[in-house]
């Protein structure tokens, strides 16, 4: 079992900046893809990005590419999204998940943590 528990979230305004973090516990995350989604109100949850726990290479939803960048500090066993230039459109509960299997997919995430709200404002 991964356990995943999140923190950081909060209200921003448009064109801010906000770091959410994911700390990790309960099995050794060297064969695991960490990484985040996110839910908007009315909305299915969404693939924001993820990272390779043992490689550190990185993938990105289109929507985010070039604002959002996910880090990872494996003394900490934490994974990072800083989110610059966010907008209103990134409002939404952000998700930390973890899988062996990787993909954009919600089916292929085993692991969920409890979710935290980020709210920008416009």
């Known amino acids: 079992q991964v356990q995943l528990v999140e923190s950081g979230g909060g209200l921003v305004q448009a064109g801010g900046s906000l770091r959410l973090s994911c700390a990790a516990s309960?099995?050794?995350?060297?064969?695991?893809?960490v990484g985040w989604f996110r839910q908007a109100p009315g909305k299915e949850r969404e693939f924001v990005g993820v990272i390779s726990w043992s490689s550190g290479s990185t993938a990105y939803a289109d929507s985010v590419k070039g604002r959002f960048t996910i880090s990872r500090d494996n003394a900490k066993n934490t994974v990072y999204l800083q989110m610059n230039s966010l907008k209103a459109e990134d409002t939404a509960v952000y998700y930390c998940?973890?899988?062996?299997?990787?993909?954009?997919?919600?089916?292929?995430?085993?692991?969920w943590g409890q979710g935290t709200q980020v709210t920008v404002s416009s």
């Open positions: 998940v973890a899988t062996t299997h990787g993909g954009v997919r919600v089916a292929n995430y085993d692991y």
């Open positions: 309960g099995r050794t995350l060297n064969s695991y893809v």
